[in-house]
């Protein structure tokens, strides 16, 4: 149960858990925490999900435990209501510590949180089939009509101006200045390729600031490996709360968009590879129009299209500006992942840029399919 860097025996022993663990293995994909399952010894009794939570990146995290709590609770409401039976199962279960707080601070100054861990789930990098995408759209649909009526005034920013795209390019600009490891010179064209386009880009955020659509409670990080999957690909649990704060639709909708469609992975290096699958975008919006029917505005549709077109270009953005900054935010595998990830999710905008006015065509259908 020792590993290296972290002493997971105090860290455990915590946290109110039923049972006795008996394995530790590291678990997912995420570029931001580290996380584990923890294995009980009898399979009655649950496994748990353990996080470390990234404090470089969140620098109010009671805050931001307090926001998951918030949310979770307000899903459980929606999902007793609705009297469904595994409500432990289709949303995350914070698991209090022996103290009754929803974390623990080790003496290295690591925040910690346990969740029941999902069993028999899966969560994909890369999409497959049609009713996969449709899941993922009814998900993350589901999950905002869910949040729809929550009180927007109770959710702290756990990172201010998340998906700000004025903001996200200062930075970038400031990291081109900086330059502290000499790399502007090998990403001219991408950086060409930004400039470029960052006019069109704050359409979004222009319409939001100038009043024409509403701020809503988002998700956020909606890319798809952050749903959870049954056996039969049904879509169970929207995990990944972190976020979860104010922010315009489209930008969930674009972020989900940019996972489901690309016929690779976010950071394949073969740029060839980089195609956008135009059923599973039909399938996702889809699901996603008809969960959220009756809520979005007609401006918020007249939106969703050029969210599938932000969003892989403030990904990039965010990427490459990591990349400028000496990799200082992103878990990287390698010494130029951060480029490379950024290099894929300009392809992959390139390819989206190409079918836009198909795009648009498929969004107003299905609109108009579930007005
Ligand atoms: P990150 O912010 O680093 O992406 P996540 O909260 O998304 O962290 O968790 C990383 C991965 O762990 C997920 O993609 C998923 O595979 C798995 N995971 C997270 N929470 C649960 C859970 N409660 N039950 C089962 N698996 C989970
Ligand atoms: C991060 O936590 P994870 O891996 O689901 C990032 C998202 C990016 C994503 C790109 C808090 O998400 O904003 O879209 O990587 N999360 C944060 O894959 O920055
Ligand atoms: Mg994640």
Request: aromatic share 12%; proline share 3%.
């Amino acid at each position: 149960m020792h590993n290296t860097k972290y002493n997971f025996k105090e860290v455990i022993s915590r946290f109110k858990l039923d049972g006795k663990i008996r394995d530790i293995q590291p678990c997912g994909s995420g570029h931001i925490h580290d996380t584990f399952r923890l294995q009980n010894t009898s399979n009655l009794k649950p496994d748990y999900l353990l996080q470390c939570v990234n404090h470089n990146i969140f620098a109010d995290i009671p805050a931001l435990m307090e926001n998951i709590q918030y949310v979770t609770e307000h899903i459980r409401k929606k999902l007793e209501a609705q009297r469904v039976a595994d409500k432990f199962r289709r949303v995350l279960t914070l698991i209090p510590t022996k103290d009754n707080k929803m974390y623990f601070k080790d003496t290295e100054g690591n925040f910690w949180r346990i969740y029941y861990f999902i069993k028999e789930t899966i969560s994909y990098d890369i999409v497959t089939t049609w009713q996969q995408a449709n899941e993922g759209g009814r998900a993350f649909g589901q999950f905002q009509r869910w949040l729809s009526d929550f009180d927007p005034g109770i959710l702290k920013d756990t990172i201010p101006d998340f998906h700000n795209i004025e903001k996200r390019y200062k930075k970038f600009a400031d990291a081109i200045i900086a330059d502290p490891l000499g790399r502007v010179k090998e990403v001219e064209s991408e950086i060409e390729f930004i400039k470029y386009r960052i006019n069109i880009m704050g359409t979004i955020l222009r319409t939001g600031e100038a009043g024409k659509i509403p701020l809503r409670i988002t998700h956020n990080d909606t890319k798809f490996n952050n749903v959870l999957l049954d056996e039969n690909d049904r879509a169970l649990c929207v995990i990944d709360l972190d976020t979860v704060m104010p922010g315009y639709i489209a930008y969930d909708y674009g972020d989900s968009i940019r996972t489901i469609v690309n016929t690779a992975a976010e950071d394949e290096k073969d740029l060839q590879k980089i195609d956008i699958n135009i059923h599973f975008f039909k399938a996702f919006t889809l699901g996603f129009i008809k969960e959220t029917k009756g809520l979005l505005t007609k401006e918020e549709i007249e939106l969703l299209p050029m969210g599938a077109l932000l969003l892989p270009y403030i990904m990039g953005l965010r990427f490459l500006t990591d990349y400028l900054a000496g990799d200082v935010y992103y878990k990287i595998h390698s010494p130029d992942h951060n480029l490379q990830r950024s290099r894929a999710q300009f392809q992959l905008l390139r390819r989206l840029e190409a079918v836009y006015s198909t795009l648009k065509e498929i969004v107003f259908d299905a609109a108009e399919k579930y007005k």
